[in-house]
């Protein structure tokens, strides 16, 4: 596709959304669902900022690669994201490993899920592709990117940002020239070297790449051909292209999306409970850290029509309140205590209850006179009435899931192999 003149980049892109993954640290919450799929913000899935992401920046052309236990996160795409119009030359596809190259073949890499696509790609009638992982909670303007990726000619542009040395392990790492150019490229080092005069921080790939379509297109079907290859942009793919081609680095906080309150480019990747517990709590503080209040860049979603939270009794033991919360619609706060805590849609809290630094995912349920403190619910647990959580470590860790940092953890099934063992 040849680019038009006063054309925005991003009308001549698509998204290609990698959305496959289990999130195996996240433990129980991913038992039933992708990572992608894990609830947010108390009405978002974590996907929803990856394209949300791509739909303001003015990329009307996605697809979503989906692997495991993809049902929950193509049903949300179903009902949130199926606004996109053929006839205006919108698309939205949700690509399952579906062994369309052959019978015993699903996805073997992040490369590889795009490879088995290509066909769907080339119908876009697009010039650039940009490459997300569809996990990480962030703003950004992608526009930003393609322009960089186009005035530096490079082979592959890599959102990249700072990530504390100690934590790098977890990401693909860079080192980069003065003029942006990456020189190298490691994929989750055990031992992430420092950057040059700032030897506690590392320069971190954050799963986000840019690149013409024509010269990606060829490069993952040489990969294909590759018997050595794992067909991964992080350990085959972007290496090579460090090594042979012009990979240039793109840093986050040049096309961050910002509404004024955040002091500080915010980017996450909550995927363990302690992060992801943290991440949901700080959207309680007076000031939080991710303005979700954005009109100007917000963040799309499946919109349920649910009536509005409700709050009842009014009595000095038995008041149904709320502070430094955030409580989604369809919630009943009956007679119980909510602070610093984040309920999702249709939870309820019965009389006496209280509930400090809690996440409540959907329809959650917490019984009368039940005491809860740095928790997480998983969608539809029923709490019986009375249960204390997060007053006795050893106790909680008999029952539920108690992370590194002392979040509890709290499924249905935990809940039911509790009630059975106690008769």
């Given at each position: 596709?040849?680019?038009q003149p006063n054309m925005r980049l991003s009308s001549q892109a698509m998204a290609f959304v990698l959305a496959g993954g289990r999130g195996s640290r996240l433990k129980e919450l991913t038992d039933k669902r992708a990572k992608p799929a894990v609830y947010f913000g108390g009405k978002a899935r974590i996907i929803d900022f990856a394209l949300s992401n791509a739909l303001n920046s003015g990329i009307r052309k996605m697809a979503i690669a989906t692997q495991y236990k993809a049902h929950s996160l193509i049903r949300h795409m179903q009902r949130g994201w199926s606004f996109f119009r053929a006839e205006r030359n919108e698309y939205l596809d949700i690509l399952p490993a579906s062994q369309?190259?052959?019978?015993n073949q699903w996805y073997l890499g992040t490369a590889d899920a795009v490879t088995q696509n290509i066909d769907i790609v080339d119908s876009y009638n697009i010039k650039y592709v940009v490459v997300l992982a569809g996990d990480h909670v962030y703003k950004m303007d992608y526009e930003v990117m393609l322009q960089q990726h186009v005035a530096t000619g490079a082979d592959v542009t890599i959102g990249c940002l700072t990530v504390p040395r100690v934590e790098a392990s977890a990401f693909g790492v860079m080192d980069?020239?003065?003029?942006?150019?990456?020189?190298?490229?490691?994929?989750?080092?055990?031992n992430p070297p420092g950057m040059p005069?700032?030897?506690?921080?590392?320069l971190a790939s954050m799963g986000i790449y840019v690149?013409?379509?024509?010269?990606l297109r060829d490069l993952l079907l040489r990969d294909a051909a590759d018997p050595n290859s794992s067909h991964d942009f992080g350990n085959d793919l972007i290496p090579a292209i460090v090594?042979?081609?012009k990979a240039m680095a793109h840093r986050f906080s040049e096309s961050c999306v910002t509404s004024g309150l955040e002091t500080e480019p915010y980017w996450r990747d909550v995927g363990t409970i302690d992060a992801f517990w943290r991440a949901n709590i700080d959207l309680t503080e007076f000031t939080p850290k991710l303005d979700l209040y954005d009109n100007a860049w917000p963040i799309w979603t499946y919109a349920e029509i649910v009536p509005p939270a409700?709050?009842?009794?009014?009595?000095?033991?038995?008041?149904?309140?709320?502070?430094?919360s955030l409580v989604s619609g369809d919630c009943i706060v009956s007679g119980s205590e909510v602070r610093n805590s984040l309920l999702f849609t249709g939870c309820r809290t019965h009389s006496y209850a209280e509930l400090d630094h809690v996440v409540a995912l959907p329809y959650a349920d917490v019984g009368r006179g039940a005491r809860l403190a740095r928790c997480v619910l998983d969608r539809g647990v029923m709490i019986p009435p009375g249960l204390v959580v997060g007053e006795d470590a050893e106790e909680d860790a008999r029952w539920f899931r108690r992370s590194e940092g002392g979040i509890v953890l709290i499924t249905e099934e935990m809940l039911a192999a509790r009630a059975a063992a106690k008769g």
């Open positions: 596709m040849k680019p369309r190259v052959s019978e980069i020239d003065a003029m942006g150019r990456v020189t190298a490229f490691l994929e989750k080092p055990a005069g700032d030897p506690d921080n590392t690149f013409d379509w024509a010269f090594k042979g081609g409700k709050f009842i009794h009014d009595e000095a033991a038995r008041r149904g309140m709320a502070v430094s």
